[in-house]
């Protein structure tokens, strides 16, 4: 991987990453890939993917409504609010 | 060579059980903003997601009402980006694995003529809340209620061609979820929305760069957009212009599709395994029980309404658009014992009309099958004219009581004794010489005159057919 693919995926995930960091994580990554390579050596014809390390199934809960409204508990957590709404950063997409 | 579209179109449907997907806060629609977002819908840490049995049975319900591969084992993924309405930051989705894989819906067009539309795949996923864009002082304000709600994407092949086909299979796979009791189909409350891929290629060529639609939220709309779309494609290519490959926004006013270009970046969402939930496994029992309650399935409907009534495709296709007004239909069928395609005539032509004009569904009709079946039967036993009968409908649709009240009230009985017709038909030839005059003198138009004034005489409740003879005859002994 390239530092500019690294800088794009930093990017994605809203990571400021300076350019003396990345460098070092795009040797780290590369490493973790040269290592991933090294497992896709092993033939694993005939085994099924593995979705989750658990050899469990998903539970199913009943469609029911037990929560209350705690509307003002978690705005308090927010840094702006009005009107029962959180508020952010004006983000219109144009129309 | 001339141009072809191809479409595919992605519904969301917004899956009708009372707590959200992973959470078991409320589902409700149009509540106060955020007092249906618990600490799961708002991403808060140490929180985890709990499936929710009745998404599942929805989702395998629809798979069997389309014919489609229900997958044993399906899991969910993370479908990663960032917006304010969705507060963990990914969307759980369903990626490779999703729990309905191929199927097929056969759609029909008003003359009965009837295509199969492949579906690609269904899977479940979560919505995201709401941003509010009104001014909060240059901020934008998030409604989190919707988020978490249950959705089944819905994806289908690229088999359609035109803007009207896109709109027959939207307006099939609409009357499908609500026969299957799963979605409301409210789409001004975003219960069903789509969004449209478009592209255009030459005959014989292959598939051009394809467009996607968002922002149609109605059938009228959606029809328009892709419309403008093909269009704009077509005329893009033949100034010498590429498509790219890009998201548009319909604009309702403009009637106009516009570049979101802001999306173009993001486009990259990083799916991977949701760590979360575990995998999917549903058993063949699971599924055998739910087919068994399965309904009866519009298109089933539809062939059934035309062998078993005689109905035109056109009727049939219109009846079954709504379980609840093929289910009048037959009702009214039954009660009446008279003619199915009469019967039909009034639901589609009179209380059609008169439900669009109070907005009411015919749920809510004032007019109960029993009322309708009752004023069918007088018309079948030439109690009533059709003519009367149209008054009497509308005094029954203001509450003025069933038929046959209406009709003894009113003084409305056809008047079939032919003396007492014969009479009045008499005193209206003795009182027109003029015109009785130019009849005879070869003006045979005025006999419609007769006929209209002996209907006014008895006030629109004679016979016209028996008009008709009586005035021959006598019209006719006058010559002689």
Redesign the interface.
């Known amino acids: 991987m390239k530092v500019d693919e690294i800088k ?2 930093a990017f ?3 990571l400021d990453v300076n350019d003396r960091e990345l460098l070092s994580l795009t040797n780290d990554v590369n490493n973790i890939l040269n290592f991933i390579n090294k497992m896709n050596e092993v033939d694993t014809h005939g085994i099924a993917p593995l ?2 390390p ?1 050899e ?12 209350t ?3 003002e508990l ?2 308090k957590n927010a840094p ?1 609010q ?14 | 060579m001339t141009w072809e579209a191809v479409i595919g179109l992605e519904v969301h449907a917004q899956l009708k059980t009372k707590s959200k997907i992973f959470s078991e806060s409320a589902t409700q629609y149009g509540a106060e903003p955020n007092t249906q977002a618990n600490a799961i819908d708002l991403g808060l840490p140490g929180v985890l997601p709990v499936l929710n049995k009745e998404v599942v049975k929805m989702a395998v319900k629809f798979g069997l009402a389309v014919n489609a591969n229900i997958n044993l084992k399906s899991i969910f993924a993370r479908k990663n980006y960032f917006y304010p309405d969705l507060p963990k930051g990914y969307q759980i989705t369903q990626f490779e694995l999703p729990i309905v894989g191929k199927g097929i819906l056969a759609v029909a067009d008003p003359e009965g003529n009837v295509k199969k539309i492949g579906i690609t795949r269904a899977h479940l996923e979560e919505d995201a809340g709401k941003s509010l864009h009104e001014d909060f002082h240059g901020m934008t304000g998030i409604d989190l209620n919707r988020a978490g709600t249950p959705l089944l994407e819905i994806v289908s092949e690229p088999d359609l061609r035109t803007a009207k086909e896109a709109v027959l299979y939207l307006k099939a796979l609409h009357a499908l979820v609500r026969y299957l009791d799963i979605c409301d189909g409210n789409m001004q409350e975003g219960s069903f929305r789509c969004d449209a891929n478009v592209s255009v290629h030459k005959i014989g060529e292959p598939f051009g760069t394809r467009v996607e639609i968002k922002n149609l939220n109605s059938f009228r709309f959606i029809e328009r957009a892709i419309d403008y779309e093909i269009q704009r494609q077509i005329e893009e290519i033949e100034h010498g212009n590429k498509i790219v490959q890009e998201t548009r926004l319909y604009n309702a006013n403009t009637h106009k599709t516009k570049s979101m270009r802001s999306k173009e970046e993001a486009n990259d969402y990083r799916y991977f395994p949701e760590p979360d939930l575990l995998p999917l496994v549903i058993d063949k029992a699971f599924i055998e029980t739910i087919a068994e309650k399965l309904p009866e399935l519009p298109e089933a409907k539809r062939q059934r309404f035309i062998s078993q009534y005689g109905l035109s495709a056109y009727d049939a296709g219109n009846l079954i658009s709504s379980q609840s007004l093929a289910d009048y239909f037959e009702q009214t069928v039954k009660l009446s014992a008279t003619d199915p395609k009469i019967t039909a005539n009034w639901i589609m032509g009179e209380l059609s009309a008169a439900l669009n004009k109070h907005d009411l569904t015919i749920e809510h009709s004032p007019v109960t099958t029993t009322m309708l079946a009752g004023l069918l039967k007088r018309i079948h036993d030439h109690t009533i004219s059709g003519k009367i009968a149209k008054s009497v409908f509308e005094a029954m649709w203001a509450g003025e009581g069933d038929a046959d009240t209406i009709i003894s009230k009113q003084g409305l009985k056809q008047v079939t004794d032919s003396s007492a017709l014969e009479k009045i038909v008499a005193e209206i030839i003795a009182n027109s010489p003029e015109q009785l005059a130019d009849y005879l003198a070869g003006k045979e138009r005025l006999f419609s005159y007769f006929v209209g004034q002996t209907m006014k005489a008895t006030k629109g409740q004679a016979n016209p057919q028996q008009v008709n003879e009586i005035l021959k005859q006598q019209l006719k002994r006058v010559t002689h």
Do not use: M
């Not at chain 1, 029962?84 to 129309?95: H, Q, S, T």
């Open positions: 794009k995926i994605l995930a809203r979705a989750h658990l469990i199934n998903q539970r199913l809960r009943n469609d029911e409504v037990t929560e409204n705690q509307r978690f705005l702006a009005e009107a029962g709404l959180f508020l952010v950063p004006k983000v219109i997409e144009e129309v």
